[in-house]
């Protein structure tokens, strides 16, 4: 199959191109090096520096008809959609359409999106299914959400397949700060440097951490499978802030007091997503608990 990944040079799309080649896939790569870096991408996949708002990625489609779209482009941080819920929209929702217009005028068969258990928004302490209410809580989730609307419609009205897949908190090697798992970059950058890491609000507030392979898999297993379907991508595990930096300290064998700091805006308190659906259609279970996905990550953040 010829796949196209949008943000294939992020932190989550480069190891989706690391395991579409790996499986074979001719593989191409599309990213504004925003946030990306080059250097993630495989020297097996050929790389477009453009931007997904800009009508030159319908050249791209043009020349090169891609079977597959997976679309993880996106301006990723909850706290900037707050700031700047123009810019997110102009991003994550104007970006998506765009593509999903080229999906329709170059026949692609199947588009495969990057949303987040951010759609969900404020719930109780309990394990989320797909068919919970929809009440996201920063502009972030709305943009997601609607990303969501405009391909169901798409596909109603243009017949364009797709699997929409709601990421929990992704974690592992080439994370920035900035994504909605950057806790765990930030805690490990901090501690590897002797620097204090500040927690907000009580640091008992829970994340469902979820380990970037896995997150891949879910991705290349949907070009197959899970057509038209919405499937949550977590653990259903729970994990307080504060017993992650335990966890992060003790790994790194190096003992700082973290500070605390005031809750933030737009942070919800508890997040756990249910997989049993991606089991059951996709075929998806993670492979790595939290303690394999951490002892990775430090490897990469020790450069080892
Ligand atoms: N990291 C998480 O915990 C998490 C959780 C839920 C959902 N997601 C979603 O997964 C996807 C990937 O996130 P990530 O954590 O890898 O973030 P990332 O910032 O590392 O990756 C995003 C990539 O998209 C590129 N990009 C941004 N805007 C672009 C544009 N207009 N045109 C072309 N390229 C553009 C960036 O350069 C970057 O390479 C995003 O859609 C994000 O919303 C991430």
């Not at 929209?89 to 692609?108: P, S």
């Not at 994990?239 to 805006?265: D, F, G, W």
Request: glycine share 8%; proline share 4%; with cysteine.
């Amino acid at each position: 199959m010829k796949v196209m990944v949008t943000g294939g040079a992020g932190f989550i799309g480069s190891h989706v191109v690391d395991l579409l080649t790996q499986f074979g896939h001719e593989t191409l790569v599309v990213d504004n090096l925003l946030s990306g870096k080059r250097e993630f991408v495989s020297p097996k996949a050929r790389f477009f520096e453009v931007d997904i708002t800009s009508p030159q990625i319908t050249k791209v489609f043009e020349v090169e008809k891609p079977d597959v779209v997976i679309h993880l482009a996106a301006q990723v941080d909850v706290a900037h959609s707050i700031k700047d819920p123009v810019g997110d929209a102009h991003q994550n929702i104007l970006g998506t359409i765009r593509l999903l217009e080229c999906c329709h005028r170059f026949n692609v068969k199947k588009f495969i999106f990057s949303s987040s258990c951010a759609v969900y928004g404020e719930k109780d302490d309990c394990s989320i299914k797909e068919t919970f209410p929809i009440q996201p809580q920063s502009f972030y989730g709305i943009s997601k959400y609607t990303s969501e609307l405009y391909i169901q419609i798409f596909n109603t009205l243009h017949n364009i397949p797709f699997t929409i897949l709601r990421y929990a908190n992704v974690y592992g090697p080439r994370q920035t700060s900035k994504g909605e798992g950057g806790v765990i970059s930030i805690f490990f950058k901090n501690v590897l440097n002797g620097e204090t890491s500040f927690i907000f609000g009580d640091g008992e507030q829970t994340r469902d951490f979820v380990y970037v392979k896995d997150v891949a898999l879910a991705n290349v297993l949907s070009i197959e499978n899970g057509t038209n379907e919405i499937f949550n991508i977590g653990c259903n595990s729970k994990t307080s802030i504060n017993e992650l930096y335990q966890i992060i300290t003790s790994l790194a064998s190096i003992n700082i007091p973290s500070h605390p700091m005031p809750a933030r805006k737009g942070d919800i308190r508890y997040s756990r997503l249910d997989p049993t659906k991606a089991a059951n259609l996709l075929g998806w279970n993670p492979v790595y608990d939290l303690q394999a996905g951490l002892d990775e990550t430090l490897k990469f953040y020790k450069g080892s």
